[in-house]
T-cell receptor
Framework: GDSVTQMEGPVTLSEEAFLTINCTYT??????LFWYVQYPGEGLQLLLK?????DKGSNKGFEATYRKETTSFHLEKGSVQVSDSAVYFC?????????????FGSGTQLTVLP | GAVVSQHPSWVICKSGTSVKIECRSL??????MFWYRQFPKQSLMLMAT?????????EQGVEKDKFLINHASLTLSTLTVTSAHPEDSSFYIC???????????FGEGSWLTVV
C-alpha cells in the first residue's frame, strides 16, 4: 500500500536558519504530494502541493519539488522565522477504491528559537 | 475560505460511556468526509471514509461497532466512540472534501481522554 516516510523530529533551529524536512514516499501510479502544517491549537492547513513529477510547490517561503526518480518531496525554507514553529506533515493522495484518500507521514515538530 | 468545524475540541469521559464528535463543513457541501486518529508522535491514521447517505467505509483493523459514523447531511458527519476505554484516548481529526473542486479541508481536531 501507499506510505510516507518523514524525517523524525523534533527539529530545533535558530531564526534565519535553513530548513530541510525530508519526505519520501511509496505509491502505485502517480500520486499528488502535499505538505500540511499544524500550528499550535489549530487544525491542519495545506501548505503546498505538487501534482506531477518535477512540479515545485511553494508558499510562504517554503518549497518542495516532486522528484519521481528519488520518490521524494523534501520541504525547504531558506530562512525560518519563529512563527514557522509548528508540526509539518508530508502526505500523498492516492486512490483506494473510488475515493481519493490521503496518506500521512508521522509529522515533524519544528521549533524556531529567536 | 472554507471552514470545517469540529466539536468538542476536547472531552473527558468515563470508561464505558459513549462520546460523540461532530464534524461540520460550515460554508460548503461535502459528500465525503474522513475520520483520522493520531496517537502521540505517530502519523495520522485514516479510520474511515464517511459518505453522505450511505454506510461508512472502515479501514482494516477499525471496529465499526465501536466507532459509529453517521453522515446524515452534506454538512455533518459524526463519530461516536461507544463503550470508550482508556486506550481509545487519542486525537481525532476529521476532514471534508469540498464537492466543488475536491479540495480537502481539516477540522481542528478533538482530544478524547477516557478515564
Amino acid at each position: 500500500g501507499d506510505s510516507v516516510t518523514q524525517m523524525e523530529g523534533p527539529v530545533t533551529l535558530s531564526e534565519e536558519a535553513f530548513l530541510t524536512i525530508n519526505c519520501t514516499y511509496t505509491a502505485t501510479g502517480y500520486p499528488s504530494l502535499f505538505w500540511y502544517v499544524q500550528y499550535p491549537g489549530e487544525g491542519l492547513q495545506l501548505l503546498l502541493k505538487a501534482t506531477k513529477a518535477d512540479d515545485k510547490g511553494s508558499n510562504k517561503g517554503f518549497e518542495a519539488t516532486y522528484r519521481k526518480e528519488t520518490t521524494s518531496f523534501h520541504l525547504e525554507k531558506g530562512s525560518v522565522q519563529v512563527s514557522d514553529s509548528a508540526v509539518y506533515f508530508c502526505a500523498l493522495s492516492g486512490i483506494s477504491g473510488s475515493a481519493r484518500q490521503l496518506t500521512f507521514g508521522s509529522g515533524t515538530q519544528l521549533t524556531v528559537l529567536p | 475560505g472554507a471552514v470545517v468545524s469540529q466539536h468538542p475540541s476536547w472531552v473527558i469521559c468515563k470508561s464505558g460511556t459513549s462520546v460523540k464528535i461532530e464534524c461540520r463543513s460550515l460554508d460548503f457541501q461535502a459528500t465525503t468526509m474522513f475520520w483520522y486518529r493520531q496517537f502521540p508522535k505517530q502519523s495520522l491514521m485514516l479510520m474511515a471514509t464517511s459518505n453522505e447517505g450511505s454506510k461508512a467505509t472502515y479501514e482494516q483493523g477499525v471496529e465499526k461497532d465501536k466507532f459509529l459514523i453517521n453522515h446524515a447531511s452534506l454538512t455533518l458527519s459524526t463519530l461516536t466512540v461507544t463503550s470508550a476505554h482508556p486506550e481509545d484516548s487519542s486525537f481525532y481529526i476529521c476532514s471534508a472534501r469540498h464537492n466543488s473542486g475536491n479540495t480537502i479541508y481539516f477540522g481542528e481536531g478533538s482530544w478524547l481522554t477516557v478515564v
